[in-house]
């Protein structure tokens, strides 16, 4: 594992924060490449055996993964100044930011590109949970799934992850996020992650990336922590509206399984794989576009044809413009006439 030099990051600019600290986008010249920096803040004397402890663990588990859609650690960081030591993670920087704020950016996204998210999220998860120990994410939500150039996912954020069969104590029950929390840990003070837990987070993940909202918006969450073990679910009826859209029924069946309120009877992400490779078929090869726009700087007359006559998805051509040129093309000067008027605004 890579040690960074002190002095090796500069212009560094924050860009989040969450979990134990900041997270800095900047240049590691060791690297010769763009980076996130995650740093743990509010280390002291008290507290800095915990910290560690944490930090080790994250990175323990980052180093032990390596798949395309899981975020690659690429070193460690360590600054001493005033007897203060900073410690922190070295990541890949992704430029298109989190599902989050690809919902929050644009308003319309593309469902070939949804279904292709959702497609990369299970073969990371997969990937996972196949590793010997398994690793149960144990936060899987929207910010925690970083888009690269080419809108590909990458998990990230193992703060709260635990290696099955590992010697550490488990991170409080409650350490995840409420909303993607599975009943059976909402109502178990004592309760141990399984991969159960991190399929029913997919289940709400799929409803999220449905509807473009967050589950259970404005509730407290004393209310969740009650009504979800009971059987309850974000609702079904903000879907009706994609009814029209193709593949969105199949995918629905998935969602449901996948939340179901008993652990045994969800999928495994191996089983859900199988379950999405026709709906990304059916929903057409975004990936493929956005590598040919990304390679060219420019929409191809073939791109453009795909884009404004897709017959598979709603509204497609549209939303897929303003994603593709707003979020890809860092030259509004080369592009093609017909799609320079989005920029306009």
């Not at 055996?49 to 070193?75: F, I, Y």
């Not at 929050?104 to 949804?114: F, T």
């Not at 009826?237 to 029924?249: A, I």
């Not at 073939?302 to 994603?323: C, I, M, T, W």
Request: charged share 20%.
């Amino acid at each position: 594992m890579l040690l960074l030099p002190p002095g090796d990051l500069e212009l560094l600019t924050l860009v989040g924060s969450g979990g134990f600290g900041n997270v800095y986008r900047g240049w590691s010249k060791a690297l010769n490449m763009e980076v996130a920096l995650k740093v743990i803040q509010g280390v002291n004397s008290s507290n800095l055996k915990r910290v560690m402890k944490n930090l080790n663990k994250e990175r323990d588990v980052m180093q032990k993964a390596s798949n395309p859609h899981v975020l690659r650690l690429l070193g460690v960081y360590e600054k001493v100044e005033d007897k203060l030591v900073e410690h922190g993670l070295v990541m890949e920087y992704m430029p298109n930011g989190s599902l989050r704020s690809l919902f929050d950016d644009i308003l319309d996204v593309p469902w070939a590109l949804r279904f292709q998210i959702l497609h990369q999220i299970v073969l990371g998860m997969n990937y996972l949970h196949s590793l010997d120990p398994p690793i149960i994410h144990r936060d899987l939500k929207p910010c925690n799934v970083l888009l690269n150039k080419y809108l590909d996912v990458q998990i990230t954020d193992f703060g709260l992850s635990k290696i099955v069969g590992a010697t550490t104590s488990a991170v409080p029950s409650f350490a995840g996020t409420l909303s993607y929390m599975a009943p059976e840990a909402l109502n178990d003070i004592n309760y141990q992650p399984t991969k159960a837990y991190d399929v029913y987070s997919f289940g709400i993940l799929v409803w999220t990336v449905f509807s473009g909202e967050e589950p259970y918006p404005g509730t407290p969450a004393a209310v969740i922590q009650r009504y979800v073990p009971e059987g309850q679910r974000p609702k079904e009826t903000v879907l009706d509206q994609y009814s029209d859209v193709r593949m969105v029924s199949e995918a629905k069946e998935l969602m449901i399984r996948c939340w179901d309120h008993n652990a045994d009877n969800r999928p495994s992400f191996h089983g859900a794989i199988d379950k999405l490779l026709p709906i990304m078929k059916e929903s057409g090869d975004y990936k493929k576009i956005v590598k040919n726009l990304n390679n060219e700087g420019l929409i191809t007359e073939e791109d453009q044809e795909k884009l404004n006559s897709s017959q598979n998805l709603k509204d497609f051509g549209n939303a897929a413009q303003k994603v593709f040129l707003k979020k890809l093309i860092n030259n509004p000067s080369q592009i093609v006439p017909t799609f320079k008027s989005i920029f306009k605004s």
